[in-house]
C-alpha cells in the first residue's frame, strides 16, 4: 500500500519559519516529481513547490517563490518543505504529492500526480 504521509504542521506566528515533512512509503518515486500543494478554506488546492526526481529541476508558484525551499532525500524516500517569512495568508492545509512515472522535469498541475498525503494543516497567526 502505497502512503504518503506529511508531518511538521502546526501554529506559528506571522515572520517565523516552519519544516513540513512527507514520508512515502510502499514505493519508491525515484523516477518522477514530487510536490507540495496547499488548500485554504473555500479555496482551490494551490501549487506551492514541486522538484524533479534528481532534485536538478524545481518550481515554485507565486506564492512561495522567495520563501519557501523544497527538497528531497531519495535514498530515505522523504520530501520536505522549508517555508521562511511565513505569512497569515500561509495559513492552509499542506499536501504532499508524488508520481512515479519516469519524467524528467516537475509538473505543478495536480491531475499530474497519482499519490497524494492526507495533509497537515499550517496555522501563521498575527
Known amino acids: 500500500q502505497v502512503q504518503l504521509v506529511e508531518s511538521g504542521g502546526g501554529w506559528v506566528q506571522a515572520g517565523g519559519s516552519m519544516t513540513l515533512s512527507c514520508a512515502a512509503s510502499g514505493r519508491t518515486f525515484n523516477n518522477g516529481p514530487m510536490a507540495w500543494f496547499r488548500q485554504a478554506p473555500r479555496k482551490e488546492r494551490e501549487f506551492v513547490a514541486a522538484m524533479s526526481w534528481d532534485g536538478a529541476y524545481t518550481d515554485h508558484g507565486v506564492s512561495a517563490a522567495g520563501r519557501f525551499r523544497i527538497s528531497r532525500d531519495n535514498a530515505k524516500n522523504m520530501l520536505s518543505l522549508q517555508m521562511n517569512s511565513l505569512k497569515v495568508e500561509d495559513t492552509a492545509v499542506y499536501y504532499c504529492?508524488?508520481?512515479?512515472?519516469?519524467?524528467?522535469?516537475?509538473?505543478?498541475?495536480?491531475?499530474?500526480?497519482?499519490?497524494w498525503g492526507q495533509g497537515t494543516q499550517v496555522t501563521v497567526s498575527s
Open positions: 504529492a508524488a508520481d512515479s512515472r519516469p519524467y524528467r522535469y516537475t509538473y505543478s498541475q495536480r491531475d499530474q500526480y497519482s499519490y
